[in-house]
């Protein structure tokens, strides 16, 4: 991780650089955010058909999430680049009950938070909730502030950086782990509980199961497609956030978010 190294001081500096991109230029760094998420979304559904033949529906949403790509390109706007996150977010999660295996016993009908009233939806929400605390210590310890981002507006109480981050790892990180303990039978539906307001929750051996297969997918090791070095999966949040850090510092013409080839 040698070319990870720069300048470890300046945090003022980079801060007050971090302010300014995210109020005046915030548009290249969504921009290629949304393209790599778009990109791990749409290789998380070309898994399925590789694995299990052809389905047309699923086709369908790899063939739009690629118009969405295209159409990315293009976007100058931020209002633009979210939009067109929201619209690929949507055809992805159309189809994600059909990456359910049938014996499972789960279904999924579309995303749901706030609470989630299923629980292939408790699961995600779940999932991203660790992660995203993990984005945010690993921001606040290359000297970014985890609550101002560049894709979503700030507001009091979120870590609007964090949330960009996770961007990178909602479908290769976090999908692609809840959809592994579904399919492998790990988490069934009687682990998970049904309030009367219809929040569902997961069952306290379940959320030890959870902490422990992310604990397991930190400790495997990846060649990371930027650095071209390997290292653990649990590291990629750091990495990332320092990867920023050296984009806003000028030392990187780009932001290269996480994308795996």
Known sequence: MGRLQGRQSGNVLLRREQYRVSEQNPVPIARNIIAAKIQASTRVLQRQIRNYGENAAIQSAVDALNISLRQLKGAAELDVVRGIEGDAAARYFGVFGLLLSEKSGFTFDGRNRRPPRDGVNALLSFMYSILGKDISGALQGVGLDPQVGFLHADRPGRDSLAQDILEEFRAWWADRL??????????????????????????????????????????????????????????????????????????LAEYPPFLMR
């Open 178 to 251: 809840v959809l592994s303990l579904i399919n492998r039978g790990q988490i069934k539906p009687q682990d998970f509980v049904t309030e009367a307001s219809g929040a569902v929750s997961l069952k306290a051996d379940a959320r030890k199961l959870l902490f422990q297969a992310l604990q397991a997918k930190k400790q495997e090791k990846i060649v990371h497609p930027f650095l071209g070095e390997e290292v653990e999966i649990g590291l990629l949040p750091y990495i990332q956030a320092m990867l920023l850090a050296r984009h806003l510092r000028g030392d």
